[in-house]
């Protein structure tokens, strides 16, 4: 069974500090990977997509991939408020299917 | 606006009244998933489909059927529906398979009681 695996948290941040999220998976065939953002009662809302080794930035928002030890993270700079949310971590294992982690949720503290 | 749309949005039901929860994407998406979200487990897939009339198995897809007539329609049918399937249901899309971004639905929030 593949796997993903979070730190549920919840994980509490001052605002404007580095909110740091992590994620491991279970297989090194892996190809894809995505955070996803979820509101309380909301869709998850795709964040970042990354797909090889190193680190990708958007805006804020920076992942980070290492596929020899099976991990990626997502990195918050300047954390705000309004990134108050559960975070999702996303693996597609090389098949058509989607496996996702259970989710951390954050906490940005005004 | 590029959406997913899925109806209804909320249902209370009762066990073994069939019931189907409509998807449908106008992004001219090829891949389109069903997922339900619980607490503690996160979201897990149902079924998914490549393509018109290519459908396949998720990891929870007992309890659950789906079709692919045409390529913007992917609705979840539920034939009997039972208290253990009361959850929280996506839809997604996305434009060609499993390893691209996905594109989610609101959600239906289905009771069954």
Same mark, same amino acid.
């Given at each position: 069974?593949? =796997? ?10 001052? =605002? ?28 998850? =809302? ?49 098949? =058509? ?14 | ?113």
């Amino acid at each position: 069974q593949k =796997e993903v695996e979070q730190n549920s948290g919840p994980l509490s941040v001052p =605002e404007g500090a580095i909110a740091s999220l992590n994620c491991t998976y279970s297989d090194r065939v892996s190809q894809s990977f995505f955070w996803y953002r979820q509101y309380s009662g909301k869709s998850p =809302e795709l964040i970042m997509s990354i797909y090889s080794n190193g680190d990708k930035e958007d805006g804020r928002f920076t992942a980070q991939l290492n596929k020899a030890s099976q991990y990626v993270s997502l990195l918050i700079r300047d954390s705000q408020p309004s990134d108050s949310a559960t975070y999702l971590c996303a693996v597609n294992f090389g098949n =058509e299917k989607l496996t996702f982690g259970t989710g951390t949720r954050l906490t940005i503290i005004p | 606006e590029a959406q997913v749309t899925q109806n209804p949005r909320y249902l209370i039901t009762v066990t073994g009244k069939k019931l189907t929860v409509t998807c449908s994407q106008n992004m001219n998406h090829e891949y389109m998933s069903w997922y339900r979200q619980d607490p503690g487990l996160g979201l897990r897939q149902i079924y998914y489909s490549m393509n018109v009339e290519a459908t396949d198995k998720g990891d929870v897809p007992e309890g659950y059927k789906v079709s692919r007539k045409e390529k913007r329609n992917f609705p979840l049918i539920l034939e009997s529906p039972s208290p253990n399937q009361t959850s929280l249901y996506f839809c997604a899309s996305s434009y060609r398979g499993g390893n691209q971004p996905q594109h989610f639905g609101d959600g239906t929030r289905l009771s069954i009681l």
